[in-house]
């Protein structure tokens, strides 16, 4: 049975099939039917977490100051007028409510019509709530985070009973810069406002979202030039002007890199960064002036540590005895940076091609991800093979359960990772 074909022309009657597929899951029990891969991945990360399928959560809602902040430090209150054009300017919006959450699952703006709010508010589903997949359950918010694409959660398919009288689809909200997430946007209604389309709608409108912030950071660069052509005339050696996150508006006596890693709360004065070894930073309207002095990077201090605890949040911090940094870390680098923490003697890009695709054919791509990755990382990763420099210390923090490790992750490798220490 096409549980979904059904869906779209007896709201209903799937909803019941459903009910039936969560109470025998969950209850250990043999289905005729089993939850879509999505969906039943999900349900046993959630039961994992130990959110209890018969209770919601309502506790921890944000304060007025505290969601006020969280929207002033959201790239996405940038596009909140794309995300209404495109999700609240439907024939049927009265049945509709379009949720913006941060990248911590806090819902951050909502807005559609006042009877569908209000039966949203007895779900729990308001402002300054916490809807991550740990917190409570699979959800159209919290599992597109997890799984890093848009989802679809309709009727029981939602891991606590009060939330199968919903259907939501959530899709996130990447930065067009390096792919960091910075939040999910949702349309959710009653079962019967459900349709497949609305998957592909709210992704299609995520991505026009996603268009508008790289138009916003191109028109920032440009800006940022304008400051930086008069103070890099005056200088020799090598410098570049970057913007307050690190891309890079101009440059002298260096070639062009699109962005420079910089410390996790720049401030003036001598930092070592892994791009350009030591340099001064200094400030400017909108960005650094950043100054080699020297082209040395730290020997024999120099630690890594590679942070896979947080899911969505992962993580790669330096300290040296001239400073440290972090830098976050799109799914991709994530499960690069593990590999090559797995195996310090190193990896051609067939080797991993093959670890991440399943293909070892596929070096193209990974030279070019690896190249991403040198751009933060600098000296500190070596290549031919890949592989963290000898001298440098490298420790990997892993989640508490295996399971969870980069749960995002289809690569082979890491599967096997998974296994292998669940077996341990």
Known sequence: MDVWRLAAVDAARAARVL????????????????????????????????????????????????????????????VL???????????????????????????????GHPSVLRNADRLGFELGADWREDVVGTNGVGTAAVVRRPVQVFAAEHFVRSHTTWTCTGAPVTDPRDGRLLGVVDVSGPLDTMHPATLAWVDSVAKLAEARLRELHLASLERLRTVAAPVLARLGGRAAVVDRDGWTAAV?????????????????????????GVCCLEPLAGGWLVRADEEAVPHGDTRIVLDLT??????????????????????????????????????????LAAE???????????????SRIRRYLGALLEHRPYRFRDDTEVRVVLPNDPRDLLPHSTAPAVRRGRRASTVS
């Open 81 to 111: 007028p794309v995300l209404r054009e495109g999700l609240l300017s439907v024939a049927d919006v009265p049945r509709h409510i379009m949720v913006v959450a941060d990248e911590d699952g806090r819902v951050l703006w909502r807005e």
């Open 310 to 351: 947080r899911a969505r949040r992962w993580s790669v911090a330096v300290s040296s005895g001239v400073g440290s940094w972090s830098q976050e870390l799109t799914p991709r680098h994530a499960e690069l940076l593990y590999l090559l923490a797995v195996h310090r003697s190193g990896r051609s890009a067939a080797d």
């Open 252 to 276: 002298a006596g260096m070639p062009y890199t699109p962005r420079i890693a910089l410390p996790a709360a720049p401030a003036p004065g001598r930092r070592w960064l892994p791009a350009l």
């Open 356 to 370: 991440v695709f399943g293909d070892p054919a596929r070096t193209v791509t990974v030279r070019a991800e690896m």
């Open 19 to 78: 009910s039936e597929v969560r109470s025998a899951t969950l209850a250990g029990q043999r289905t005729r039917m089993a939850p879509r891969p999505v969906i039943g991945q999900s349900w046993e990360r959630v039961l994992r977490s130990g959110v209890d399928p018969e209770h919601d959560v309502r506790a921890g809602l944000l304060s007025r100051e505290e969601l006020e902040q969280r929207r002033a430090a959201s790239p996405l209150r940038h």
